[in-house]
């Protein structure tokens, strides 16, 4: 097919290379001048596992454009642009609107145009009103990527939801994945539950962190230790391991926006979705209570002491810092400068992250000499300090739960502190 993919980002990229991989000829369209040079000079403006050498492979079915005009033959439209959170915790349509506005002219004849963006119950429909084409069909396409996984969760996705009353609109969509993805992955059902079935989706596994940082606290104060208790949680099949790690709270781009935006429509309705509400206030609120953690045991260092921290991104494989607790943790730790590194995320970082903060080139020059080490983002690079040695006196203040517990108690120098232990 010819498909069409509007907006370039963590989840049009991969989704323009996964979809040019299967065969189809794409274009990507985006209006951020600066995003097209750099992917028409071949290069993806954004870092994700795969994803450039994907490129490479795909690129001779793949077409980068500011012009939403060279979407004129596409069969199907898909949209990606941004959807943030807007102040009062709704979700920021304009965007999706302004893309549905400037597609309608040039659209073919019975196309599909499929929202990609997490938007809320209802988004669709306002979408159809403001194309206003009978000929066009307007569907509910969410997309579950992971950031930093996004290319495998493209080709190995656990389900795809097709969200449209139009039994051949469906089959024309099923048509594109059914020989890439097992047939009983691809669900069809109508536009809200299939927006729905997206938020809901996230707000759970927001909720299911939230809990387990709950049950980490309480480890905290009855001597027993988070980790344990997520196996042992984890082995019971329906609730799963996964999403069960304490840290320091969830970041990024979806869950924070997705679960304010739940709230904020149900709200609307009428109804009142006292679990995500609890959710959204305990995962802010923690972030400053690791802030406070931190502070705790700066207070006993002199003022020549020196303070690493290593993660800045919102979780590992990514450098993408949206709402990252890492950032908010330094920006309110009293003490400066701090030493900091991440593998991806430094670039970003350095634009929102004030001057009180040195970037280091590497782990070991960020660890160097340090009195206290912070982990706040579960890199895997992060273990090699299982096997540093440690001339001086260091704290290790492990909020990820990253390093191996007893590797670290027995390191000579180490004091090592946990999420969710005594
Ligand atoms: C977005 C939404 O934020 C998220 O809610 C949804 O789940 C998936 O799509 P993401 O891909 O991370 O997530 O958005 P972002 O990284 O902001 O990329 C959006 C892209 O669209 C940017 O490249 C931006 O330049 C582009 N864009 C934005 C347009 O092309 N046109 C617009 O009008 C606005
Ligand atoms: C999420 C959903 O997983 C994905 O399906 C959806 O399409 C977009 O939103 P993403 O936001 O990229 O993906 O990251 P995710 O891997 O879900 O992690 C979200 C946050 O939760 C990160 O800050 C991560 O560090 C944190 N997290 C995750 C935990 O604190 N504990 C866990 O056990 C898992």
């Given at each position: 097919m010819k498909i069409a993919v509007i907006g370039s980002g963590y989840v049009g990229l991969p989704t323009a290379c996964g979809l040019a991989s299967f065969g189809n000829d794409v274009v990507c369209i985006d209006n951020n001048e600066e995003k097209l040079k750099i992917l028409n000079s071949g290069t993806m403006p954004l870092y994700e596992e795969g994803l450039q050498e994907l490129y490479e492979e795909v690129k001779d079915k793949l077409k980068f454009s500011g012009?939403?005009?060279?979407?004129?033959?596409?069969?199907l439209i898909i949209l990606a642009v941004g959807t943030p959170m807007a102040d009062?915790?709704?979700?920021?349509l304009q965007y999706i609107f302004q893309a549905a506005k400037d597609i309608t002219p040039h659209l073919k004849n019975d196309a599909i145009v499929a929202t990609k963006s997490t938007v809320p119950i209802g988004t669709n429909d306002e979408i159809e009103r403001i194309i206003n084409r009978s000929d066009i069909h307007v569907v509910s396409m969410p997309e579950f990527l992971r950031e930093g996984y996004a290319l495998h969760d493209f080709f190995n996705p656990d389900r795809i939801i097709i969200g449209t009353d139009n039994e051949n609109v469906y089959n024309r969509i099923r048509d594109i994945y059914i020989s890439h993805i097992p047939a009983e992955r691809i669900i069809q059902t109508n536009r809200h539950s299939a927006e729905l079935i997206k938020y809901a989706s996230n707000a759970f596994l927001a909720t299911k962190i939230q809990f387990i940082n709950e049950i980490s606290d309480l480890c905290e104060q009855i001597d027993a230790d988070v980790s344990d208790v997520s196996i042992g949680m984890g082995m019971d099949s329906r609730i799963g391991?996964?999403?069960l790690n304490a840290g320091i709270g969830y970041g990024g781009s979806c869950f924070p926006k997705d679960t304010n935006a739940l709230e904020y429509m149900a709200r609307q309705h009428g109804v009142k979705l006292g679990l995500v509400s609890s959710t959204i206030r305990g995962n802010h609120d923690r972030r400053f209570n690791i802030a406070s953690r931190i502070n705790d045991q700066i207070k006993?260092?002199?003022?020549?002491a020196k303070v690493a921290v290593l993660g800045l991104a919102?979780?590992?494989?990514?450098d993408d810092i949206r709402y990252s607790p890492a950032i908010d943790i330094i920006s309110n730790i009293?003490?400066?400068?701090i030493y900091a590194y991440d593998p991806k995320a430094m670039q970003n970082a350095k634009k929102v992250l004030s001057s009180n903060v040195t970037y280091t080139k590497s782990i070991q020059e960020c660890v160097k000499g340090a009195d206290i080490i912070v982990i706040l983002t579960e890199w895997p690079?992060?273990?090699e300090l299982e096997n540093a040695e440690f001339e001086k006196p260091t704290l290790i203040l492990d909020y990820r739960n990253l390093l191996d517990s007893g590797k670290m108690t027995i390191k000579k120098n180490v004091t090592y502190k946990r999420i969710g232990q005594k």
């Open positions: 012009q939403t005009s060279d979407i004129n033959d596409a069969d009062d915790g709704s979700a920021n391991r996964k999403f006993n260092l002199d003022a020549s919102f979780k590992n494989g990514t009293n003490y400066k400068p690079e992060f273990k």
